[in-house]
């Protein structure tokens, strides 16, 4: 197996009418806007979330994000994982605890029913991105469908590759974008587990994961 991975650094920010403002006077080009739709999987006992594991599909395609030691106080930092197959070994790994049977063939939508995988949470979202002339900082504009929006800086570094220098560059770009708090913010699976996952929320809350 080739290991695909890369390693998201991002800082979470509240945004306001005033950001598009900030975004044009900092010259911030926007690149896009796209919409998809995200769907969550995880056990009924929620084995991959309550260890930061995050298995989606998005517009067909498979991510995990396994969490690393966080960049900083504002910064999360998460690995990608975008194969299939690797995907498919860490999840297992995850639940192994739990009495998944080894099954020769893991292929096409079975292997979620085989390693008792179900969809918890789905959104859509439409997402607003702009680049910023330092080199590698994107800035995402989220407003997903139920009714919450939250901005993203975000820099991807390959594996191995520079996190100080990524929040460095997150860091001037929060700066110029005049973001003062201090606060962490709460991203769009927070807000939606807390208005259709109270349970599931209440877990990952008491420990520690939200
Ligand atoms: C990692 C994670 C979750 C999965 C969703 O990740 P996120 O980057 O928030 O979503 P999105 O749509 O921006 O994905 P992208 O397009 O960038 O790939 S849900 C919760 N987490 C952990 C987490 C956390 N505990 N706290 C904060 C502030 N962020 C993420």
Redesign the pocket.
Known sequence: LSFQMSV?V???FLFSADTLIKLEEIGAVCVGQRQ?H?Q?FDTSQFDL?LR?M?L?R?KGCW?L?C?MVPASALC?R?K?ITELPDIQLRVKEAIRARDTEASPSLQEESWLSEMNLVCFAEFT?V?RSFSLAEEGVQI?L?QADFGYH?G?V?VVVPEGGDVQTALEKIERAAQKLGLTGDQ???????VYLKRHRPEHYAK?LSEH??
């Open positions: 998201e991002e800082r979470k998809f995200d969550y979330t930061d995050w989606r998005r991510e994000k969490p999360t998460y990608e979202t997402r995402d989220d939250v993203e975000e962490r913010v709460e991203g769009k699976m927070n990952l994961i939200l």
